[in-house]
């Protein structure tokens, strides 16, 4: 899953991933280490969970702190979840319901199969392209006829998709 959610967040030119952590620990170390901009945390980790790990980097904020924030979260535009949707989503994460689109991988053609490979890589239309020897404007089509096949709203949810059916796998 770690692996996945890097190669989406990489697709985007504007985002770095400098580092993934498997344990919390490993976590705190890695952010000491590297200063990143932004840490995703699971909440679930080895040895130490996300929550504690996070307390230890940044600090039990009170509750007041808590509020100001959320506030000035809602009033730039961005979304704020209660820690209960939270919890539900994580949930909903960890124990998922029926993947959209899983019957339909045989509806692929063998080579939108290998688009939806090095998609999954992180690679660009023009990468793809390059990298089959194809027009640019063919990927699209590939990429469109992917989504359309497994009923996929977009890019992330095909990256997504082909780690968690193992087309893809980390590495």
């Avoid at 770095?16 to 945390?41: C, F, W, Y």
Wanted: glycine letters at 8%; proline letters at 5%.
């Amino acid at each position: 899953m770690r692996a996945g959610l890097a190669a989406v967040l990489e697709s985007d030119e504007t985002i770095q991933v400098i580092g993934q952590a498997s344990t919390g620990r490993e976590a705190i170390a890695l952010t000491r280490r590297r200063e990143p901009d932004v840490v995703l945390m699971d909440v679930e980790m080895p040895d130490l969970d996300g929550i504690a790990a996070t307390r230890e980097l940044a600090g039990a904020a009170t509750p007041a702190e808590e509020l100001i924030r959320a506030v000035h979260t809602v009033a730039a535009g961005e979304s704020l979840l209660s820690p209960s949707v939270t919890r539900r989503v994580i949930d909903g994460m960890a124990h998922p319901g029926p993947q959209p689109g899983a019957s339909n991988l045989d509806s692929l053609t063998p080579r939108e199969g290998e688009v939806l490979v090095l998609l999954a890589s992180g690679l660009s239309n023009a990468e793809i392209a390059g990298e089959l020897i194809i027009e640019e404007s063919t990927v699209e089509t590939h990429v469109k006829r992917i989504l359309m096949k497994l009923g996929l709203r977009d890019r992330v949810q095909a990256v997504i998709f082909a780690y968690e059916h193992g087309i893809a796998t980390p590495g």
